[in-house]
T-cell receptor, first 114, second 116 residues
């Protein structure tokens, strides 16, 4: 079946440091890929998405590129802020039907210190 | 507007109680989902509704009973729960499309459930 593997946390960075959170996937079809963020005590928010190979999703300074050849969708940000502290989930949705459930990675907790 | 609302925000219930969680969206989405999330874990899918019909039930115990009364509302009825059912319950919605299309899901803030 489909699966998502993302780097284990927690990740602790100083403010303005560069962030990379690795995510790789296996899928039988041609999935759409997503990054969701969950701030403490809240639900999940869609951070960015990509639906086909070489697409780059971006939002709030975060970027991720859909790499079909390496089955990866790594999340990057050039300069993190304390407010970026949260749990980040990589997820896929196989394009088999319009309401295909999300398959999540285990999540990576990011702590940014001032 | 990409808002999904959930009520209540917090719920404490005994093992013999009956309670309901509510979810609402006004984005015109015709797919709605219930997820359960334990601490430090990703969300686990429970149910999927498509066009107000239950399309996926991930072998959830019958003490959880979903209901989709119309295209904007989704309920989760709870009865005779166990302490291990304590978790964050998340509702989500998405567009639906034909084969070959997947759409992002929008999540509500969740209901934090404690079973005593």
């Amino acid at each position: 079946g489909d699966s998502v593997t993302q780097m284990e946390g927690p990740v602790t960075l100083s403010e303005e440091a560069f962030l990379t959170i690795n995510c790789t996937y296996t899928a039988t079809g041609y999935p759409s890929l997503f990054w969701y963020v969950q701030y403490p005590g809240e639900g999940l928010q869609l951070l960015l998405k990509a639906t086909k190979a070489d697409d780059k999703g971006s939002n709030k300074g975060f970027e991720a590129t859909y790499r079909k050849e390496t089955t990866s969708f790594h999340l990057e940000k050039g300069s993190v802020q304390v407010s970026d502290s949260a749990v980040y989930f990589c997820a896929l949705s196989d394009q088999g039907s319009g309401n295909t459930p999300l398959v999540f990675g285990k999540g990576t907790r990011l702590s940014v210190i001032a | 507007d990409t808002e999904v609302t959930q009520t209540p925000k917090h719920l404490v219930m005994g093992m013999t109680n009956k309670k309901s969680l509510k979810c609402e969206q006004h984005m015109g989405h015709r797919a709605m989902y219930w997820y359960k999330q334990k601490a430090k874990k990703p969300p686990e899918l429970m149910f999927v509704y498509s066009y107000e019909k239950l399309s996926i039930n991930e072998s959830v115990p019958s003490r959880f009973s979903p209901e989709c009364p119309n295209s904007s509302l989704l309920n989760l009825h709870l009865h005779a729960l166990q302490p291990e059912d304590s978790a964050l319950y998340l509702c989500a919605s998405s567009r639906t499309g034909g084969s070959g299309q997947s759409y992002e899901q929008y999540f509500g803030p969740g209901t934090r459930l404690t079973v005593t």
